[in-house]
């Protein structure tokens, strides 16, 4: 084979993960009860970030 021949090969490969097992990455065990200083901190930064991302 040369090398132009290399393109018309079909991907006939899978995904890694299947999409109706992929999470949002929202962590829906999270307690308020049981958070500390640093969760709320963490709480605090990942909602800047997503502003920061949206306003884009």
Same mark, same amino acid.
């Given at each position: 084979m040369g090398r132009d021949? $290399? $393109? $018309? /090969? /079909? +991907? +006939?490969f899978l995904a890694q993960t299947p999409k109706n097992q992929k999470s949002d990455g929202? %962590?829906?065990?999270?307690?308020e009860e049981f958070? %500390?200083?640093e969760d709320k901190e963490a709480q605090a930064r990942s909602r800047a970030a997503d502003k920061r991302a949206h306003e884009k």
């Open positions: 021949e $290399h $393109h $018309h /090969k /079909k +991907n +006939n929202i %962590d829906i065990e999270f307690s958070a %500390d200083a």
